[in-house]
């Protein structure tokens, strides 16, 4: 068994990004990114500060607008149309979930595709699916980066994801399908979780419940993947019994230190790319 270091590897990935952000601005390019927070959501307010730091630290132009809770939809599309239109931000994105007065779909839809650095524009959806140059969603692209990074065989082997949300499960689904994984996506109202799951050669675990996962339910020698990011008493854990199921996986990520920073690095690398495609380079 190994314990995959997502830290690890986001780390040496940041390290190209740092240089090809350095070689940019000889060029007069300096990649930009806006994150957009509505309210106080702690959780949020903790991923949209690392993203802001991560941004920093490339030497990327980082703005963070951070609006009230009762700001309205129209206010917020109205921002979103500045910064579609301002030459300094190559990237926009919008820290889920927004308060339910406000339509998340048509927030997401007026993000220009050029700036989705999310990849959850519809449009981007779409080209991602059918294969098409697209930005890719960062968390199930960090996956496919750590799959890769460990030369984890992936053509023909059994991949089960847990979890089919836009964000991650479905978009997941996808990718390991495009790199010729037979794909099985279970949800909710799925029946007999345990025997499918057993079947799985890969495992993704993004379902957003603690020890989901159990070592029962997973196969001598698979490799799991958790994206689950879970407080329990004021600490993290993801959707996997880790203790357990590590006992059973040839590979397995940790949580805190898995999936997590892989995400954080796939938008600085997204961001990057649109700055590059901006300049034609
Ligand atoms: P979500 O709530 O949108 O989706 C959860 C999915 O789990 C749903 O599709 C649902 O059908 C499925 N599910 C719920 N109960 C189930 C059950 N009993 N059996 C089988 N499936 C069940 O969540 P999400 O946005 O996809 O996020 C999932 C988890 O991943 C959360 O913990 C979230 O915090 C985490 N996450 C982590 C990162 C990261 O960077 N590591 C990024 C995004 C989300």
Redesign the pocket.
């Known amino acids: 068994m190994k314990i995959i270091d997502g830290k690890l590897i986001s780390a040496k990935l940041k390290e190209e990004l740092k240089e090809e952000v350095e070689k940019l601005k000889e060029v007069g390019i300096v990649p930009g990114l806006a994150v957009i927070i509505v309210g106080n959501d702690p959780?949020s307010k903790t991923?949209v500060n690392s993203k802001e730091k991560n941004a920093e630290k490339l030497g990327l132009y980082s703005v963070k607008h951070q609006l009230d809770e009762k700001i309205s939809e129209e206010q917020l599309l109205k921002l979103i149309d500045d910064l579609n239109n301002d030459s300094k931000i190559h990237g926009i994105l919008v820290q889920?979930p927004l308060p339910n007065h406000i339509d998340s779909k048509k927030v997401l839809n007026k993000i220009s595709i050029e700036k989705d650095v999310d990849g959850f524009h519809p449009e981007n959806v779409g080209k991602m699916i059918v294969g098409d140059k697209a930005f890719l969603p960062?968390?199930p692209n960090?996956v496919i980066k750590i799959l890769e990074y460990e030369n984890v065989e992936i053509t023909g082997k059994h991949a089960v994801i847990?979890?089919?949300?836009?964000?991650?499960?479905k978009p997941m689904a996808a990718l390991l399908l495009e790199r010729n994984a037979t794909v099985t996506v279970?949800?909710?109202?799925?029946k007999n979780?345990s025997e499918i799951v057993n079947l799985a050669d890969i495992v993704v675990?993004?379902?957003?419940?603690p020890n989901?996962v159990n070592a029962d339910m997973v196969k001598e020698g698979a490799v799991v993947i958790d994206?689950?990011?879970?407080r329990v008493d004021g600490k993290l854990v993801?959707?996997v019994d880790f203790d357990s199921v590590k006992e059973k996986a040839s590979l397995i990520t940790p949580?805190p230190g898995?999936?997590?920073p892989?995400?954080?690095a796939m938008l600085m690398y997204n961001t990057i790319e649109s700055a590059k495609r901006r300049g034609g380079i």
């Open positions: 959780a991923y889920l960062c968390t960090g847990i979890g089919r949300s836009n964000i991650v499960g279970c949800h909710s109202k799925t979780l675990a993004a379902v957003g419940r989901f994206v689950g990011i879970n993801g959707d949580v898995g999936v997590g892989m995400t954080i």
